[in-house]
């Protein structure tokens, strides 16, 4: 790939890369939908954060119960 401006790349120098966009994972399931997700919301924030993502959004089928844990975890994991 040829740097902007036309002259050739010298070897040696990576090329260089766009800014990574913000991502916020909005339809993750944990397991508190039933037949529908497998992992816990702390797991979800832990993973979200190491990921870079920028927000978590649990949308668990029939059931607010994993709500208020995946809330506290993403807040501790500074992913909300």
């Not at 959004?57 to 992913?79: F, M, P, Q, S, W």
Request: glycine share 16%; with cysteine.
């Amino acid at each position: 790939m040829r740097p902007p401006g036309g002259g050739a790349a010298r070897a040696g120098q990576g090329e260089a890369r766009p800014p990574v966009q913000p991502f916020a994972e909005l339809a993750a399931r944990s397991n508190f939908s039933f037949l529908d997700g497998a992992s816990h919301p702390w797991e979800l924030a832990a993973t979200a954060k190491a990921l870079g993502y920028s927000g978590l959004g649990i949308c668990d089928t029939n059931t607010l119960a994993g709500v208020v844990r995946g809330h506290v975890a993403a807040k501790e994991a500074g992913v909300a």
